[in-house]
């Protein structure tokens, strides 16, 4: 009995255990008893989620305790106030929020940056460990490290929202602290997501329970779906390969490190997606919605629609809370040229470079003076920058070191060259292309490092296909003006005398612009998935390490990876490394072509799972279950977002 009610750090409460499902058995049944009972059945849920919390994070369940009597009181406080005595409650409850998210997230980042920009050295102290052993009068607690309270992230981001839609007017306060605290500690999605804002959920509080026997068909089969991906997809391919490779990269070919990158970028989809399908089908199960968090992101065809598609739950939140607060789309807020400076200021003092601060000094001299002399190019340069600030702290978000924020910032630049390519003409394209790969082609010869060689390899794929595209649209028939092979015209004359004909014809020219746009749409999805791999190799390098060392290993695991990609490479080995790996590479393949069905493939299965009778769906829960449990490690695999 104690040990049922004690924290075990290293058996902490997932959803692919065994007794994390005994839990929910028993919390079901309790709550199918007071279901119709909103206050009780909401006071009991509260409880439950902080009772899981405590076994999947222990005592950093008085942090969570905390800020929800902090945010609850203040909230009520602040709905009562105007003007500026408003904004205060407001800016209080966020400084209180964000100061707890960033002590316990980011004191390492914080001194080593310290250190390094100075030369003083900080020891990192556990305060609440020193005020315990105070209250204790021992030393229970060690005060040498901090522990990361897992999903501390996301439930900040979540009472954050709530403070702040209640400051807006979009919500009514909450009104009694019971209800508040499920609010804020849901266990489904408390310690990874996704981010429920309270505009959202808030109201759910109040709906009587109900549940449809479509419903509960769908539930069961995104649990089910959800486990298969974390077992089958993300902790077999990752413990039989992508862990070995990112450990010790120098140990293995460059082929096996491309490989192992690209395999990671489905399994951090398969990992977190498959915990967010398992949180919305247990939601459900008990009358609750949660939002969609993930839309097939690798058929996303630009990094602006893969940002759309992935996480978005997250995406969502940093639009509301921090882009379109900077200033969006439409200008320049305080905050913008705030963060600027900064950035801009760390990196030059990191840096210790002349040629850095040159650079930086030009770049920001020539946004100056475009923002000043052309006032057209005025909102779309300072919608660049907002949108490249939001996707920095997105990469803050993640983890606290460099390779996060460089993660960010490459995604940021992603999103931007995209907005900037989409209005250039095929020409312009082309030119760009071409001298970017003649330059690193010739940066490549004069200094052969792995990254050029990398770099120029893919643009001279981008090159290529550019040139394709600007062949193409150069002979291609204007629809707008004079054909330059006459078809249309054809087209229209015969459809005239002969409609039958005419529309034979039509059909023959609407396949071929179909197959054009399917094989350009092919490109770009490809072409982004790439880039959406390659920036990964900084995420992985900066994932599960301790936050204490995170920035050193994370550079060097990342350097290591780019050496051997970037090497050459022996390609008569290439078929006994997929011999000897066969089951991972074929499981890969299997979940990107799963991944990449048509939605409406998908929906008509899981629909067709959902409208089962009752004994066949039981039956094939079982089967699917114990197939699964075939694909288990020895270890338990702890979802890769627990730690944000």
Not at 131 to 138: D, E, L, P, Q, T
Not at 199 to 228: D, H, M, T
Not at 239 to 268: H, K
Request: hydrophobic share 50%; proline share 4%.
């Amino acid at each position: 009995m104690e040990k049922l009610f004690a924290f075990d750090p290293s058996s902490p409460l997932v959803f692919t255990q065994f007794y994390f499902w005994v839990f929910f058995g028993v919390v079901y049944a309790i709550f199918s008893l007071l279901k119709s009972k909103r206050l009780m059945r909401n006071a009991f849920l509260f409880f439950a989620s902080l009772f899981f919390y405590y076994k999947t994070s222990g005592l950093s369940i008085l942090i969570l305790l905390f800020v929800i009597c902090s945010d609850f009181f203040i909230a009520k406080r602040m709905v009562r106030c105007r003007g500026a005595a408003r904004k205060a409650w407001l800016a209080l409850s966020v400084c209180i929020d964000l100061g707890l998210l960033c002590y316990f997230k980011y004191a390492y980042f914080f001194t080593d940056a310290f250190a390094q920009m100075t030369g003083i050295q900080l020891q990192v102290t556990d305060v609440f460990a020193q005020i315990g052993n105070m209250i204790a009068g021992s030393e229970r607690f060690s005060v040498d490290k901090i522990v990361l309270p897992v999903g501390i992230s996301f439930f900040i981001f979540q009472i954050i929202s709530y403070s702040v839609d209640v400051y807006r007017g979009d919500v009514e306060p909450v009104r009694n602290i019971l209800d508040f605290g499920f609010y804020v500690s849901f266990f489904p999605q408390l310690v990874a997501g996704p981010i429920v804002r309270a505009s959202e959920f808030i109201p759910q509080l109040y709906k009587p329970y109900s549940l449809s026997r479509r419903c509960f068909g769908i539930a069961v089969f995104w649990i089910l779906n959800g486990l298969a991906k974390k077992i089958i997809l993300s902790d077999y391919i990752a413990v039989n390969f992508i862990d070995r490779v990112f450990d010790n990269p120098l140990l293995f070919t460059g082929f096996e490190n491309f490989a192992a990158l690209f395999a990671y970028s489905l399994q951090v989809y398969a990992d977190f997606s498959g915990y967010t399908d398992i949180a919305i089908g247990v939601a459900m199960l008990m009358g609750f919605y949660l939002p969609t968090n993930f839309n097939s992101p690798y058929k996303a065809p630009n990094p602006q629609d893969f940002w759309r598609r992935w996480h978005m739950s997250l995406s969502r939140w940093l639009k509301s809370y921090l882009y379109i607060p900077l200033g969006g789309n439409r200008r320049a807020s305080f905050g913008t040229y705030f963060w600027i400076i900064l950035f801009a200021l760390i990196a030059l003092i990191l840096s210790g470079s002349w040629t850095v601060s040159l650079v930086l000094v030009a770049a920001g001299a020539a946004m100056l003076a475009l923002a000043h002399f052309r006032e057209e190019s005025r909102k779309k340069l300072f919608s660049n920058i907002n949108r490249f600030i939001t996707m920095l702290f997105g990469g803050m978000w993640h983890g606290a070191s460099w390779n996060f924020i460089i993660w960010g910032g490459l995604n940021g630049i992603g999103m931007i060259a995209y907005i900037l390519w989409k209005d250039m003409k095929w020409g312009v394209r082309l030119f760009l292309t071409g001298a970017l790969a003649i330059g690193l082609a010739a940066l490549c010869r004069w200094q052969p490092e792995p990254v050029w060689r990398i770099l120029s390899v893919w643009a001279a794929v981008i090159c290529a296909g550019t040139l394709v595209r600007f062949i193409y649209h150069l002979f291609r028939p204007d629809a707008a003006g004079a054909p330059s092979s006459g078809m249309d015209t054809a087209i229209v004359r015969i459809g005239e005398g002969n409609l039958k004909t005419g529309k034979k014809r039509t059909v023959i020219h609407s396949r071929r612009d179909a197959f054009t746009a399917w094989a350009g749409t092919v490109w770009a999805v490809a072409q982004t998935f790439t880039f959406i791999t390659f920036t990964r190799l900084f995420f992985r390098s900066g994932s599960n390490l301790d936050p204490a060392t995170a920035n050193k290993v994370a550079w060097e695991t990342a350097r290591n990876m780019v050496a051997q990609i970037g090497s050459e490479w022996d390609l008569s080995i290439i078929p006994d490394i997929c011999a000897g790996y066969w089951k991972v590479f074929a499981l890969v393949v299997a979940g990107m072509i799963i991944h990449l069905l048509p939605a409406c493939w998908k929906r008509r299965y899981r629909l067709g799972f959902a409208y089962l009778p009752l004994p066949v769906m039981a039956i094939a829960s079982a089967l699917i279950v114990f197939l699964l449990y075939q694909f288990v490690t020895a270890d338990t695999q702890p979802f890769i977002y627990f730690q944000f």
